[in-house]
């Protein structure tokens, strides 16, 4: 009587996929947990092409240089400015030439709260600012 050494069973051909499953989900609650529970919108009006320039064209006030540092400090133009005092110094801004507002140009530190950020920008909104940009230095 001969014995056979090879085994009646071949390579398995299917893949086992708890533990990606057990990983994806994992993965999506990690996901769900770190994500912001809150977001704050905040609507911005984006400019309008417009097919003819416009007459008399004024030069442009300069800039306003805007900072928001580590600490959520917010500097108008290298000096300290509280965010309640801000509307007021961006309306007083707009009130001076509504057709040719300056343009306020945001500065942010990597570390700063995104809170103080969309304080800034909602300030800005309600102010009627339309000129807006982000600036890295």
Same mark, same amino acid.
Request: no cysteine; charged share 20%.
């Given at each position: 009587?001969? #014995? ?5 069973? =071949? /390579?398995? /051909?299917? !893949? &086992?996929?708890?533990?990606? +499953? ?6 999506? !609650?990690? #996901? ?5 529970? %809150?977001?704050?919108p ?5 400019? %309008? @092409?417009?097919?003819? $320039? ?6 442009? $006030? ?7 540092? *580590?600490? =959520?400090?917010? #500097? ?5 400015? *509280?965010?309640?005092?801000?509307e007021?110094?961006m ?8 057709? &040719?507002? $300056?343009?306020? %140009?945001?500065?942010t530190?990597?570390? /700063?709260?995104? =809170? +103080? ?8 909104k309600?102010?009627?600012?339309? @000129? !807006? =940009? #982000?600036?890295?230095?």
């Open positions: 009587m001969a #014995f056979s050494a090879k085994s009646s069973q =071949g /390579a398995m /051909a299917e !893949i &086992n996929v708890t533990p990606l +499953v057990d990983v994806m989900l994992v993965l999506l !609650i990690i #996901f769900m947990v770190t994500m912001p529970i %809150q977001s704050i905040v609507d911005v009006d984006l400019p %309008q @092409k417009t097919d003819k $320039p416009p007459e008399n064209p004024k030069e442009p $006030p300069d800039p306003i240089e805007l900072r928001i540092d *580590s600490s =959520g400090q917010v #500097f108008w133009n290298n000096s300290p400015t *509280s965010l309640n005092a801000l007021r110094m309306e007083e801004e707009v009130a001076r030439d509504p057709t &040719n507002q $300056p343009e306020l %140009q945001i500065d530190n990597d570390q /700063a709260e995104y =809170g +103080v950020l969309a304080r800034v920008l909602v300030a800005a309600n102010a009627d600012m339309i @000129k !807006i =940009g #982000f600036v890295q230095k």
